[in-house]
């Protein structure tokens, strides 16, 4: 049962990690990808849903992004979606598609992403640790009902803290590579 308890924390950490590479591949430096609006998420039909099930996304050029939603109804919702999000994006539409320039990134656009990357990896560690919490609020419990020995209990947070350890180790690797290709001109 405790094994369990470390192989689900494994998993999750896993998760965040992957959650965190996801959205680092949205964040496109040097020129249009269309994975750079999968975080964007629209209200469509009374629920928010990705972009990317509403509409074709596509890079025809390479500084530009063009959303296709297949209802036509729903471009000025796709347009005011792409502006609302955290990407700094300012798109354009003409009743059919959503245009999206992707601008040459100035010096102060670069350290403003950087800033942006800095913060998902953060929230990437604080939900690492948010595991690393629970995990050790069950062994503490489990521990104190008696259904663990104390030192099995020590062994246990100790392998918790190594699982731990390597996640957030993961998301500064990811953090150090992302920022090195943002910054590089």
Do not use: C
Not at 6 to 12: D, G, N, T, V, Y
Not at 144 to 155: H, N, Q, T
């Amino acid at each position: 049962m405790v094994n369990r308890q470390l192989a689900e924390a494994e998993e999750r950490m896993k998760k965040a990690v992957e959650s965190l590479r996801r959205e680092y591949a949205g964040i496109r430096t040097g020129k249009a990808s269309p994975a750079l609006l999968d975080t964007v998420k629209v209200e469509a039909y009374g629920q928010l849903v990705p972009l990317n099930q509403v509409g074709t996304v596509s890079a025809p050029e390479v500084r530009l992004l063009v959303v296709q939603p297949w209802d036509k109804s729903l471009v000025k919702v796709v347009s005011r979606a792409i502006q609302q999000s955290d990407l700094g994006r300012n798109p354009t539409d003409d009743g059919v598609v959503v245009r999206v320039p992707i601008p040459t990134l100035t010096e102060e656009r670069r350290k403003d992403m950087v800033k942006l990357v800095a913060k998902f990896a953060e929230e990437g560690r604080v939900h690492v640790r948010q595991i690393r919490h629970d995990v050790l609020h069950v062994l503490k419990k489990q521990e104190k009902d008696g259904e663990i020995p104390e030192d099995e209990g020590k062994r246990l947070e100790a392998e918790t803290q190594k699982l731990t350890d390597r996640a957030i180790a993961m998301v500064d690797e990811l953090l150090k590579k992302k920022t090195a290709e943002i910054m590089e001109v």
